[in-house]
């Protein structure tokens, strides 16, 4: 990998953009006339095929208990992501996956023994009031399905970066392209049994796999050249954008509680992963 690392100035500019085109996540989903198993599949089999000549140029294809770990969290993620998406607001499924650095402290902590801090447990308590706030939200929040569902956003996206950790000399595409490849399997069912979509639906599904396999990736590379707070600060850019496309584009306007969650747990996020004065 070390061919594809990049420069702090370049990792910047590219989490930024990455964030961006990360934020047009939810209204893709929303155009697209298929089921979630169905989107989370095709999307996962498109991702892959983007993916794949930049996976074999990165060289380094073995594949290990860590790559396997991370692979299953990835495409966990998929399709909690999309069914979250689909059955609550956009805002609560993204706000859910930005709570994944609280999971990565308490699995760090039980882990690898690292000691969870008192803004830990001060952060880890105002994301579950946000989450309680999404849920007190009624039908302005979408289904409590939707919203049990966006729960576990953080959790395997936590799972991931806990995964990648294990692979710190290893290859991060690895684990994105395997887990791509786990989600396409598992949802061939589906896309069979929806069959083909409309012509609009497929643009959708062709855009959403290519920012599902290439983004996320960049985003791994460009990890590499940051600091720990940048990497959790600049893709807050992505959070606060997604629901604003959902809401000119579809007029999906979150509720009142959702949004006081959001904020809440986004203050939380921000508040932790600030350094700690010596």
Known sequence: MDQLKVSHKTAVILTVFTAFLWSLAGLNMKMINWSSLAIAGGRSLLGAFFLLPILLKSGKLRINRYVMGGALCYAGFN??????TRLATSAIAVMMQYTSPIYVA???WFLFG????????VALTAVMIGMIFFILDGGAGGSLLGKVVAAF????FAGLSIFLRYQKDGNPVMSVFVGNIIGGIVGIPFMVKEGIPDGVSILYLLLAGFLFGLTYTVYAIASKSLSALETVLIPVLDPVLNPVWVFLVLKEM???YTIAGAV????????RSLPVKE
């Not at 690292?114 to 447990?121: H, V």
């Not at 956003?153 to 395997?156: L, R, S």
């Open 79 to 84: 399709y909690c992501f999309i069914i979250s």
């Open 106 to 108: 308490i699995l760090a």
């Open 114 to 121: 690292e000691k969870l801090t008192k803004r830990d447990y």
């Open 153 to 156: 956003n953080g959790f395997t």
């Open 254 to 256: 979150p509720g009142v």
């Open 264 to 271: 809440l747990i986004l203050l939380a996020i921000i508040t």
